[in-house]
């Protein structure tokens, strides 16, 4: 079973960048696609991005697109999210999550994910 672990969060101001890392144990993570997630106080849980296995396919979501990049390397066993120009609204805790079969490719529904790391919490200032 492939358990993830994130890092990297922190507080950056209005139009800065952070990386996110997430660290995921296992001998079979290339087996997986990966997501993140991320939930804000009082809010549901929403997608962020996703990779497929290989990581050569990626989905955004739209409130994303163009300021975030989602990446991995396989042979470390990490997932990365490039987060830049980041906004006061992107205030939240960011998840990083396996998804449930290895058949799975990018999907968005955290319902298709078993395995989720602590989550790491990201604060934009305005």
């Known amino acids: 079973q492939v358990q993830p672990v994130e890092s990297g969060g922190g507080l950056v101001q209005a139009g800065g960048s952070l990386r996110l890392s997430c660290a995921a144990s296992g001998r079979t993570f290339s087996n997986y696609a990966m997501g993140w997630f991320c939930q804000a106080p009082w809010k549901e849980r929403k997608f962020v991005a996703a990779?497929?296995?290989?990581?050569?396919?990626?989905y955004y979501a739209d409130s994303v697109k163009g300021r975030f990049t989602i990446s991995r390397d396989n042979a470390k066993n990490m997932v990365y999210l490039q987060m830049n120009s980041l906004k006061p609204e992107d205030t939240a805790v960011y998840y990083c999550?396996?998804?449930?079969?290895?058949?799975?490719?990018?999907?968005?529904?955290?319902?298709?994910?078993?395995?989720w790391g602590q989550g790491t919490q990201v604060t934009v200032s305005s």
């Open positions: 990779i497929d296995r290989s990581g050569s396919s990626t």
């Open positions: 999550a396996v998804a449930e079969r290895s058949w799975y490719s990018l999907r968005y529904d955290p319902n298709d994910y078993a395995s």
